[in-house]
């Protein structure tokens, strides 16, 4: 399974565009999911230009596989960001790295040194170069 950022999602078309060699993976059938921190990033882009279209063919991406965010995460959320120096702008991004890390996927995205962290504590991480 591969965890999509909210990055990636949003880029999906000008990665498609650029022909990126990323869009190959997502073709493959391989199971693609999101945690619902990043799901919730991303709707809250609905009124900064994200179109109906475009969060509709999200949707139909990732919507059986969005993995909420629970006691078990949270849990392991706070186990990465206190690992990870307690850096408050880090506090999103090790809740939607941990429910990658309980889902076993790899986790995409086009941030990779912001969750770089979280690989010594069982991220498998897929920097995308933009």
Known sequence: MIHLDTNV???LPHLAEQ????LNR???????GMSAIAWFE???GLEKGISAE????AMALVGDHLMPFDEV??????RLFNSAGRRR???SDAC???????AGAEFATLNGPDFEPFVPLGLRLLALEP
């Open 9 to 11: 999602l949003i880029r």
């Open 19 to 22: 022909g990126h060699p990323f």
């Open 26 to 32: 997502l073709g493959s059938g391989e199971p693609i």
């Open 42 to 44: 991303f709707c809250s």
């Open 54 to 57: 475009e969060h509709a063919f």
């Open 73 to 78: 995460s949270a849990a392991l959320a706070a």
């Open 89 to 91: 702008r880090l506090k």
């Open 96 to 102: 939607i790295a941990a429910t990658a890390i309980r």
